[in-house]
């Protein structure tokens, strides 16, 4: 959501951001439904007056013994014209309301050009990719064969976009979802959440899922929605609250399943794990005041970047340019995990500062230390990592062409109750 005073102060400087989106002019449009809603809110605060004015005239009038019928239609009549107005302010309002909702975050200053993620820049690697022109099997591939990885039954089951993974490689992924979550409480400072899976309407519009991407939400028939992502909730936990002496920033994370419908991906990924309806992640979520939020980014991002180092899988770091950024994300930093089978980095994580984007939208507040005035705060999100893509990332860089089997991460070990390398039985 965005300041519709700041908007109607430098019309310009929005629609220049947005263009860097790809959006055409939009201020414009904007501006006239404000005018129109002020319009109706000045109008109806005359008659408002005038109608008390009439009132307190009536009362004078009977006091003396005079007559007060036309003082009294002209009151009825006021009534009647304020309960239009309102109903028109009301249906303006609401315009102005969806028109907002529906466009995007201001890009940050440091934000590159570009177009779509061709135009992202790397700005660091970490590790080399073991043996990058030597043919490696894709994950499917070895789990099928290691008798670990049944997309038949899930699609029996569930359809398309659905895994059973079994024996070796359930605790494989049961163990870097602990270990992750482990790395994150111990180490990096964030809570542990259990959240909720299932939210209301109003929580999926306050992180911006909805309205714009309902077409990709899972929505029950009792009209909440299955989380996209623990983001949602954690979130929202600050939802309508006023932080007081609000100084240092809140960290938490949680490990959910994730649902998503996939709508805009026919097509993509449409072989194994890496893209599906239901899947694991561990998510980071900082609140923070405004001074705050760039310090807090760079530290999320390197909270993610250890868990890869420390399971010693290559990786890139990239910045997106401004063309390829999520709708809620003033700036984004992906993190992109070396995959052999197909001989490129993909994404496993991508961290976000949203500015206070969400935060109107929830309605999240702090108030400093002394202070009478409430200022938004500033929300962060982060993958940390993504499970299911973790898991491949794992089987394929680990993979042990000589029998077919997994070796186990040395920060994995812990988890694994003395498993080494998974092996078919």
């Known amino acids: 959501m965005h300041d519709i005073k700041a908007l109607r102060d430098n019309p310009t400087a929005f629609d220049a951001n947005w263009a860097l989106r790809g959006l055409d002019s939009q201020t414009s449009s904007i501006l006239e439904l404000d005018e129109k809603r002020r319009a109706f809110q000045t109008e109806l605060q005359s008659a408002q007056n005038r109608r008390n004015e009439a009132s307190k005239e009536i009362g004078a009038v009977k006091s003396k013994g005079g007559d007060a019928s036309e003082l009294m239609v002209e009151v009825a009549s006021l009534k009647d014209r304020m309960a239009i107005l309102e109903e028109q302010e009301r249906e303006v309002a609401q315009k102005l309301n969806d028109i907002l909702s529906a466009l995007p975050n201001m890009i940050a200053g440091d934000v590159p050009d570009g177009a779509d993620e061709h135009d992202n820049i790397e700005i660091r690697t970490h590790g080399s990719p073991k043996n990058p022109n030597v043919a490696t099997p894709d994950h ?28 070796g490689i359930a605790k494989l992924q049961r163990a870097l979802g602990q270990f992750m979550l482990d790395t994150h409480t111990m180490e990096h400072g964030y809570t542990e959440i259990d959240p909720p899976l299932l939210v209301s309407s109003d929580v999926m519009y306050g992180t911006a899922q909805l309205p714009k991407f309902r077409d990709d939400q899972f929505e029950t028939t009792d009209g909440r929605w299955l989380v996209p992502t623990a983001e949602v909730v954690l979130t929202n936990l600050v939802r309508e609250e006023i932080l007081e002496n609000f100084e240092t920033p809140l960290r938490m994370t949680a490990m959910t399943p994730c649902f998503r419908k996939e709508a805009g991906s026919a097509g993509k990924d449409t072989r194994g794990i890496i893209r599906q309806h239901q899947f694991y992640k561990v998510e980071m979520v900082s609140i923070t005041r405004p001074e705050d939020s760039e310090a807090e980014h760079q530290r999320m991002l390197e909270c993610a970047e250890n868990i890869l180092k420390k399971l010693e899988l290559p990786f890139r770091t990239i910045v997106l340019c401004a063309g ?23 994404e496993i994580s991508s961290c976000s500062n949203c500015g206070d984007f969400q935060a109107r939208r929830m309605k999240a507040r702090f108030k400093r230390q002394g202070a009478k005035d409430t200022e938004f705060v500033h929300t962060l999100n982060g993958s940390g990592l993504a499970v299911g893509r973790t898991l491949v990332a794992v089987m394929e860089n680990y993979y042990d062409p000589t029998d077919g089997g997994i070796f186990v991460p040395k920060a994995l070990l812990p988890y694994m109750n003395g498993v080494t390398k998974i092996v078919r039985d």
């Open 324 to 346: 390829d950024m999520g709708f809620g994300a003033r700036k984004t930093y992906d993190i992109e995990v070396w995959v052999p089978s197909q001989n490129k980095y993909r």
């Open 140 to 167: 499917v591939a070895i789990g099928e064969a290691l008798g670990m990885m049944d997309f038949e039954a899930a699609a029996k089951v569930a359809g398309t976009r659905f895994v059973v993974n079994k024996n």
